[in-house]
């Protein structure tokens, strides 16, 4: 069974950084896209960022703030959030996918469960 836990969360101001790392357990996932996904109150599950081997993929709301990055020898995928807005504020979700598709939720074999990043103005 593939675990996986985010950290780094926490509470900044715009225009911050934060660095989120998730760990994977139980599974080699060299072969998985690792994506980073984000849920704000009141909407839908988001696409953030993904990697598969060294290709990257990003949402335009991120693209040239966020870098993904993975450490296929360490388990570890993650996501460096640079220049942070208000907007940025959800709970960020690691996931593991083995199919071809990277950017939906349904993509997504394995999830974490989630950590909090809350940007104040």
């Known amino acids: 069974q593939v675990q996986l836990v985010e950290s780094g969360g926490g509470l900044v101001q715009a225009g911050d950084s934060l660095r989120l790392s998730c760990a994977a357990s139980g599974r080699t996932l060299s072969n998985y896209a690792m994506g980073w996904f984000r849920q704000a109150p009141g909407k839908e599950r988001e696409f953030v960022a993904a990697i598969r081997w060294r290709v990257s993929s990003y949402a335009d709301s991120v693209k040239g703030r966020f870098t993904i990055s993975r450490d296929n020898g360490k388990n570890t995928v993650v996501l460096q959030m640079n220049s942070l807005k208000p907007e940025d504020t959800a709970v960020y979700y690691c996931?593991?996918?083995?199919?071809?598709?990277?950017?939906?939720?349904?993509?997504?074999?394995?999830w974490g469960q989630g950590t909090q990043v809350t940007v104040s103005s």
């Open positions: 996931a593991a996918a083995y199919g071809a598709g990277w950017r939906r939720t349904s993509e997504y074999e394995y």
